[in-house]
């Protein structure tokens, strides 16, 4: 494990409830604090990117959450976002896309199979820590 921080896991729904915005909440674990959030969305399967600069907030140990409010979006259509974080290792790679929609669209089925691989990613991310906390107090 490298000591970049773990990809995005994003907590929205994928279907939107409004025509033109969306929340956008994310958390992502990191051994050394998230300095910041580089958030990416796009028209979905392919258009150029948008960049939002975001704010962590801390969520517990290792725990960090953003989230970003998009205006100005099109109704009934499919978008794609990305996350990438900083820490103290400096900049991670962008996490996998996401796939959401506002209402009216329906994202793509990735979106689910995104979920539970972040999900996989979470229960190792666990184990390794505790596997650490144990060793620590082992002697």
């Not at 290792?62 to 259509?77: S, V, W």
Request: glycine fraction near 8%.
């Amino acid at each position: 494990m490298t000591g970049h921080a773990s990809p995005a896991d994003f907590k929205s729904a994928a279907s939107g409830h409004s025509e033109n915005t969306f929340l956008l909440e994310w958390t992502s674990k990191s051994f050394t604090q998230i300095e910041e959030f580089l958030l990416e969305t796009s028209l979905s399967p392919s258009g150029s990117w948008s960049s939002y600069r975001v704010v962590p907030t801390s969520e517990g140990a290792y725990h960090f959450a953003g989230k970003q409010f998009l205006t100005d979006l099109q109704p009934a259509t499919p978008y794609r976002a990305r996350v990438s974080a900083k820490n103290g290792e400096g900049w991670g790679k962008p996490g996998p896309e996401w796939n959401f929609a506002t209402k009216g669209a329906v994202p793509s089925p990735a979106s689910v199979t995104a979920s539970a691989t972040s999900s996989s990613s979470s229960t190792v991310f666990m184990l390794l820590c505790l596997s650490l906390l144990l060793l620590r107090y082992k002697d």
